[in-house]
């Protein structure tokens, strides 16, 4: 397996367009994790499904973002509209059984808003 | 909350001496998981820690489960410049299902 594939590993984009991140897990795995990066915050979990299935969202900062699993294989987080402060390095990661296995993670996208 | 407290933030060694970083859960832990983040990298899995008291080694490190499964260290004996990066702990939820995550602390190699 590939390992967990994230689209595109850098975004520039201007502040109030919207942002698209993709993210296809390893094939078999029942869960996946959306993390954002900054220096000033650390590692933040975001959303995660389970099964396709968004169990717990409360990460998620604001109503400008949005997260989708139409299938096992593909996920989305949108942003829209984004802004500034919204720069920071988003993970995706997958988990063949949630907390009690490891997590892989994606090489990650690198979101500027100017 | 549940809350996983990483020390210290930041250790800055010359290379070949030894490192440690220390991890305090608020809650008894089911298990608790060590990655290495290098510089510009993403988070990548070291090893898992499952039974009370646990102790395992990978080469030059050092992974250590306290007893009351509330603790856990990571010691690199003899750094080296390979080992720069950021070191995370992280331990489950009592859902069990996503990961509680330390700080991190940051490897610094002096020059």
């Known amino acids: 397996d590939a390992g967990v594939i994230q689209s595109p590993r850098h975004e520039v984009t201007e502040m109030g367009q919207e942002v698209t991140l993709r993210c296809k897990p390893i094939s078999g795995h029942d869960y996946l994790f959306w993390y954002r990066q900054t220096m000033m915050r650390g590692l933040e979990l975001l959303i995660y499904?389970?099964?396709?299935?968004?169990?717990?969202d409360s990460g998620m900062p604001e109503d400008r973002f949005s997260a989708k699993m139409p299938n096992a294989s593909f996920s989305t987080l949108k942003i829209q509209p984004s802004e500034p402060r919204d720069s920071a390095v988003y993970f995706c990661?997958?988990?063949?059984?949630?907390?009690?296995?490891?997590?892989?993670f994606g090489q990650g996208t690198r979101l500027t808003v100017v | 909350g549940q809350q996983v407290m990483q020390i210290p933030q930041y250790q800055h060694v010359q290379e070949g001496e030894d490192f440690t970083t220390y991890c305090n859960s608020s809650?008894?832990?089911?298990?608790i998981q060590w990655y290495k983040q290098r510089p510009g990298g993403h988070p990548v899995f070291l090893i898992q820690l499952v039974k009370s008291g646990e102790v395992k080694k990978q080469k030059r490190l050092t992974f250590q489960f306290g007893e009351a499964k509330k603790n856990s260290s990571l010691h690199i004996t003899a750094t080296q410049t390979t080992d720069v990066g950021t070191y995370f702990c992280?331990?489950?939820?009592?859902?069990?299902?996503?990961?509680?995550w330390g700080a991190g602390t940051k490897l610094i190699i002096k020059p």
């Open positions: 992280a331990g489950p939820r009592d859902s069990n299902y996503q990961l509680i």
């Open positions: 499904f389970n099964n396709n299935v968004p169990i717990d």
């Open positions: 809650t008894t832990l089911s298990n």
């Open positions: 990661a997958s988990s063949p059984s949630g907390g009690a296995t490891e997590a892989f």
